[in-house]
């Protein structure tokens, strides 16, 4: 399975509602990446996780939360968003840190 | 920080011309990556480039990474309407730092 997945492929939600963004990969890949992608603008970093361990976090605001289940799954809960938060947000994994990624098909996410 | 330019920002071509993108990084690099993102769609990874001065071929594609390991190139020959959409590349300094990747080459090809 050389695949990335993301659930759900597309969200709406409001300023209070809690969700989350769902990751999945089964390529043993040990590092996995969670990116904000605006229109028009190259994918932007939130998160790393290497091994499990969260490894940069790109001083994310905290109504962003990233989990790491286990080595295959990765999740981005998210409280609280404000409207400029809509975007596209796509999930990454690599064998290890700093190689090759490969990329989810992303969750277009909209906030009202 | 580490900044990674990419030129030109957008390339409108007719098909069968050819397209280059140049990529150039502040900080020297220790691999170079590219990707491409069709419109709609998600960034799928081309190659990596490791060593100073290689160079590597995909079909129609070509790669270069500078001697300095500082900029990076991607030649497409005889381009066609398959190859649109944008093209990034991105890769990690030398500290060992996260990948950057650069703001895109976006290619149109007109049939």
């Known amino acids: 399975d050389t695949e990335v997945t993301q659930t759900p492929k597309h969200l709406v939600m409001g300023m209070t509602n809690k969700k989350s963004l769902k990751c999945e990969q089964h390529m043993g890949h040990r590092a996995m990446y969670w990116y904000k992608q605006k229109a028009k603008k190259p994918p932007e970093l939130m998160f790393v996780?290497?091994?499990?361990?969260?490894?940069i976090n790109e001083s994310v605001p905290s109504r962003f939360s990233p989990e790491c289940p286990n080595s295959s799954l990765l999740n981005l809960h998210l409280h609280a968003l404000q409207p400029e938060d809509s975007a596209l947000y796509l999930c990454?994994?690599?064998?290890?840190?700093?190689?090759?990624?490969?990329f989810g098909p992303g969750t277009r996410l909209t906030v009202l | 920080g580490q900044q990674v330019m990419q030129i030109p920002q957008y390339q409108h071509v007719q098909e069968g011309e050819d397209f280059t993108t140049y990529c150039n990084s502040s900080t020297t690099l220790s691999n170079i990556q590219w990707y491409k993102q069709r419109p709609g769609g998600h960034p799928v990874f081309l190659i990596q480039l490791v060593k100073s001065g290689e160079v590597k071929k995909q079909k129609r594609l070509t790669f270069q990474f500078g001697e300095a390991k500082k900029n990076s190139s991607l030649h497409i020959t005889a381009t066609q309407t398959t190859d649109v959409g944008t093209y990034f590349c991105a890769g990690p300094d030398t500290n060992a730092g996260k990948s950057t990747f650069g703001d895109g080459t976006t290619l149109t090809v007109k049939p």
């Open positions: 990454a994994s690599s064998q290890d840190f700093n190689n090759e990624q490969f």
């Open positions: 996780y290497s091994y499990e361990k969260l490894s």
